[in-house]
């Protein structure tokens, strides 16, 4: 690695800061003429939005009250059932459309005028019934809030009040995510979080990695054939319920679940059974990798601090762009409903319309980019800093690894990146940005044309191809620049000197680095399919049990769970994966720099690159070794030959220059 290292691409630095500031600026200026409530505020009948507007200030809450999505503002949500029997107006939310129908009973107390028709309109059985079409009240049911609105306990009775059909399969799977939130965030983060580190960290020692890795190839299959047995006893179970409680989208939901769980047990038998020599190799390769993250155990855990990162950006961006979006004129929605024959309409919300003179959609669009630039440049600090950290390890004698690697080797990496490289990695970050930002477009235009003209065949053929080659476009440069982040870690050049530089060493060592870098993706697949198995086998086994009550099924639940451990477990798997791909690039220039000889590499090293990485051996013949075994030359320096067209010089260890 270079010793002496100087600021690269600075001016590109220096545009992302000033990004920054006049994205501040914006956001200020919205802050001053936005206001976030008119967007997020609920609203009632009338069109107030609840705790804002001067009629309903004091009354920031949401109470519906009929299926329409119609409901009242309310100043907290009610805590306690009240008895479906009662006849007392304190006793209910209603409409204001009420107080007219009330009026009309002449010579009642308005008291008496309300059991009148509290009886008339909204009994059965001389008791309080859900959905009746000519009841504008509703009785007080015990809730909690969400995002201020008051969201009723018994799930089954609060999906008839947001949706006219209380069969809608969205509306179930969307009380039910409400309702199961905490565990869907603890089991799907949580528990693949936990699982992804134990095996990176089992991969990191000797002789288990093997044994992990089919450990966990076969536990994914016997979680899968577990998870299917409970589905498909839980469905015979909802199919000879008496009454029948679960409805038939329920249940067909469930069955083509455990359907597809089967088919996709079944493919993953087949692919393990065909890769199996394939697999061996990548665990080799991925443990290579691994010797590196045992020295420096905290670099599993630099996901932690991108999403802190993410984080701390989006929280005033989010507030910047409500701010802007509520910008503007709000025009009325209105519903029309029919009581007792009569036809009215009411207003029960609003649209915005943006300001055309403070440009609002122009300033969205800009900090629409900010967002993606900002996101993929700490994505690549991300990068670039295990990528150092990694080279480090590698261009270290490997008998000071021990002594001289550790914890810190990381925390100086951060220290490097930001003083030095943070303009590489906002120049690679602003070209993925732009691709991003012109498939946005693109997205966009087709999104706002006339349907008949999206209709036409033509129109969806030049959208597709378009969507795609900005797609394969954004995929090159995120190749591109992961490979020019591990040139920059090395030799400390700026962006397009390390793009140039990571393009030649591909092409002079295409074989070697297509098939390894290939078969290094098996066995971290393997630790996502393990991560994302376990998490979504324990929350469905928590969720048919202490939630068996709650929730109308347990397919939805489920299915984000497994989303969200899959995206977990990716974070961290990319980790090993970025040391792979650090590894391999800086054993190519140890190789190069030092007469073809990897002078860095021990024995281990040099003979599973030779046996699997399509190059022939040259006439140094290292000891073949076990997963077990210590190298017999690997604890001290090789005599290595000269940098390619430069005299010899002994054995001295050479270390890629900054050329």
Same mark, same amino acid.
Request: hydrophobic share 45%.
């Given at each position: 690695?270079?010793?002496?290292?100087?600021?690269?691409?600075?001016?590109?630095?220096?545009?992302?800061?000033?990004?920054? %500031?006049?994205?501040?600026? +914006?956001?200020?200026?919205? +802050?001053?003429?936005?206001?976030?409530?008119?967007?997020?505020?609920?609203?009632?009948?009338?069109?107030?939005?609840?705790?804002?507007?001067?009629?309903?200030?004091?009354?920031?809450?949401?109470?519906?009250?009929?299926?329409?999505?119609?409901?009242?503002?309310?100043?907290?949500?009610?805590?306690?059932?009240?008895?479906?029997?009662?006849?007392?107006?304190?006793?209910?939310?209603?409409?204001?459309?009420?107080?007219?129908?009330?009026?009309?009973?002449?010579?009642?107390?308005?008291?008496?005028?309300?059991?009148?028709?509290?009886?008339?309109?909204?009994?059965?059985?001389?008791?309080?019934?859900?959905?009746?079409?000519?009841?504008?009240?509703?009785?007080? #049911?015990?809730?909690?809030?969400?995002?201020?609105?008051?969201?009723?306990?018994?799930?089954?009775?609060?999906?008839?009040?947001?949706?006219?059909?209380?069969?809608?399969?969205?509306?179930?799977?969307?009380?039910?995510?409400?309702?199961?939130?905490?565990?869907?965030?603890?089991?799907?983060?949580?528990?693949?979080?936990?699982?992804?580190?134990?095996?990176?960290?089992?991969?990191?020692?000797?002789?288990?990695?093997?044994?992990?890795?089919?450990?966990?190839?076969?536990?994914?299959?016997?979680?899968?054939?577990?998870?299917?047995?409970?589905?498909?006893?839980?469905?015979?179970?909802?199919?000879?319920?008496?009454?029948?409680? &679960?409805?038939?989208?329920?249940?067909?939901?469930? =069955?083509?679940?455990?359907?597809?769980?089967?088919?996709?047990?079944?493919?993953?038998?087949?692919?393990?059974?065909?890769?199996?020599?394939?697999?061996?190799?990548?665990?080799?390769?991925?443990?290579?990798?691994?010797?590196?993250?045992?020295?420096?155990?905290?670099?599993?855990?630099?996901?932690?601090?991108?999403?802190?990162?993410?984080?701390?950006?989006?929280?005033?961006?989010?507030?910047?762009?409500?701010?802007?979006?509520?910008?503007?004129?709000?025009?009325?929605?209105?519903?029309?409903?029919?009581?007792?024959?009569?036809?009215?309409?009411?207003? +029960?919300? =609003?649209?915005?319309?943006?300001?055309?003179?403070?440009?609002?959609?122009?300033?969205?669009?800009?900090?629409?980019?900010?967002?993606?630039?900002?996101?993929?440049?700490?994505?690549?600090?991300? $990068?670039?800093?295990?990528?150092?950290? %990694?080279?480090?390890?590698?261009?270290?004698?490997?008998?000071? #690894?021990?002594?001289?690697?550790?914890?810190?080797?990381?925390?100086?990496?951060?220290?490097?990146?930001?003083?030095?490289?943070?303009?590489?990695?906002?120049?690679?970050?602003?070209?993925?940005?732009?691709?991003?930002?012109?498939?946005?477009?693109?997205?966009?235009?087709?999104?706002?044309?006339?349907?008949?003209?999206?209709?036409?065949?033509?129109?969806?053929?030049?959208?597709?191809?378009?969507?795609?080659?900005?797609?394969?476009?954004?995929?090159?440069?995120?190749?591109?620049?992961?490979?020019?982040?591990?040139?920059?870690?090395?030799?400390?050049?700026?962006?397009?000197?390390?793009?140039?530089?990571?393009?030649?060493?591909?092409?002079?060592?295409?074989?070697?680095?297509?098939?390894?870098?290939?078969?290094?993706?098996?066995?971290?697949?393997?630790?996502?399919?393990?991560?994302?198995?376990?998490?979504?086998?324990?929350?469905?086994?928590?969720?048919?049990?202490?939630?068996?009550?709650?929730?109308?099924?347990?397919?939805?639940?489920?299915?984000?769970?497994?989303?969200?451990?899959?995206?977990?477990?990716?974070?961290?798997?990319?980790?090993?994966?970025?040391?792979?791909?650090?590894?391999?690039?800086?054993?190519?220039?140890?190789?190069?720099?030092?007469?073809?000889?990897?002078?860095?590499?021990?024995?281990?090293?040099?003979?599973?690159?030779?046996?699997?990485?399509?190059?022939?051996?040259? $006439?140094?013949? &290292?000891?073949?070794?076990?997963?077990?075994?210590?190298?017999?030359?690997?604890?001290?320096?090789?005599?290595?030959?000269?940098?390619?067209?430069?005299?010899?010089?002994?054995?001295?260890?050479? =270390?890629?220059?900054?050329?």
């Amino acid at each position: 690695m270079v010793e002496k290292r100087g600021t690269t691409d600075i001016i590109m630095l220096l545009l992302i800061i000033a990004m920054w %500031v006049t994205m501040s600026g +914006v956001g200020g200026d919205a +802050v001053k003429r936005g206001n976030i409530y008119r967007l997020l505020g609920p609203i009632n009948e009338q069109g107030s939005i609840c705790g804002i507007d001067p009629s309903v200030a004091d009354t920031k809450y949401f109470y519906p009250v009929v299926s329409l999505g119609l409901g009242v503002c309310v100043k907290s949500c009610p805590s306690q059932n009240v008895t479906t029997v009662s006849t007392v107006s304190s006793d209910y939310y209603c409409l204001d459309a009420v107080n007219d129908i009330l009026s009309s009973y002449q010579g009642a107390t308005t008291e008496t005028a309300f059991g009148m028709y509290i009886k008339s309109y909204c009994f059965t059985n001389n008791q309080y019934t859900v959905g009746m079409p000519s009841c504008l009240c509703n009785v007080k #049911r015990a809730s909690h809030s969400v995002f201020r609105r008051c969201v009723f306990n018994n799930l089954h009775v609060y999906s008839q009040y947001v949706d006219q059909k209380a069969t809608s399969y969205m509306t179930t799977f969307m009380t039910d995510i409400i309702a199961a939130r905490n565990v869907i965030f603890g089991f799907g983060f949580a528990v693949a979080l936990v699982s992804a580190f134990l095996f990176i960290y089992l991969m990191s020692i000797d002789c288990l990695a093997w044994i992990v890795t089919w450990s966990c190839i076969f536990s994914v299959l016997g979680l899968m054939v577990i998870l299917i047995g409970l589905a498909w006893t839980t469905t015979k179970k909802w199919a000879s319920e008496v009454p029948q409680e &679960h409805t038939t989208d329920q249940i067909n939901a469930l =069955k083509a679940f455990c359907i597809i769980m089967f088919v996709l047990s079944c493919i993953y038998v087949c692919l393990m059974l065909c890769m199996c020599s394939a697999i061996n190799v990548a665990i080799k390769c991925v443990e290579l990798a691994s010797m590196a993250v045992r020295e420096m155990p905290f670099i599993v855990l630099s996901p932690i601090l991108q999403i802190a990162a993410f984080v701390v950006f989006m929280i005033p961006l989010v507030f910047y762009m409500l701010n802007l979006a509520s910008d503007g004129e709000f025009v009325p929605v209105t519903k029309s409903y029919t009581y007792l024959g009569v036809t009215k309409t009411v207003q +029960v919300g =609003k649209t915005y319309k943006p300001n055309e003179e403070n440009q609002v959609g122009t300033k969205l669009w800009f900090l629409f980019f900010c967002m993606l630039w900002t996101m993929n440049f700490i994505a690549g600090i991300g $990068s670039m800093v295990i990528a150092m950290a %990694v080279s480090t390890w590698y261009f270290t004698e490997p008998v000071k #690894r021990g002594p001289d690697i550790n914890n810190m080797t990381l925390v100086r990496s951060y220290g490097t990146v930001l003083r030095f490289h943070a303009g590489t990695v906002a120049f690679g970050s602003l070209l993925i940005a732009i691709v991003q930002f012109c498939r946005a477009v693109a997205l966009y235009m087709q999104k706002h044309t006339t349907e008949a003209f999206r209709a036409q065949c033509w129109v969806k053929v030049v959208f597709c191809c378009i969507n795609c080659c900005l797609a394969c476009m954004e995929c090159c440069l995120k190749f591109i620049s992961k490979n020019a982040y591990i040139q920059t870690a090395i030799h400390g050049t700026g962006f397009m000197t390390s793009c140039k530089s990571a393009f030649f060493t591909i092409a002079r060592n295409i074989m070697r680095i297509g098939a390894l870098a290939t078969v290094s993706g098996m066995a971290l697949f393997v630790g996502k399919l393990f991560a994302t198995a376990l998490a979504t086998a324990t929350s469905y086994y928590y969720f048919t049990g202490a939630y068996q009550n709650q929730l109308h099924d347990f397919v939805a639940p489920t299915i984000l769970v497994a989303i969200i451990a899959w995206m977990t477990a990716t974070m961290f798997m990319d980790v090993m994966q970025m040391a792979v791909d650090t590894i391999l690039i800086c054993y190519i220039s140890d190789e190069e720099s030092n007469g073809g000889k990897a002078v860095y590499a021990d024995s281990k090293m040099s003979d599973f690159v030779t046996a699997h990485g399509e190059i022939k051996p040259d $006439s140094h013949t &290292h000891s073949k070794c076990c997963c077990c075994s210590t190298s017999s030359s690997g604890s001290e320096p090789v005599p290595s030959g000269p940098a390619p067209g430069t005299p010899a010089t002994g054995t001295e260890l050479v =270390k890629p220059a900054n050329t």
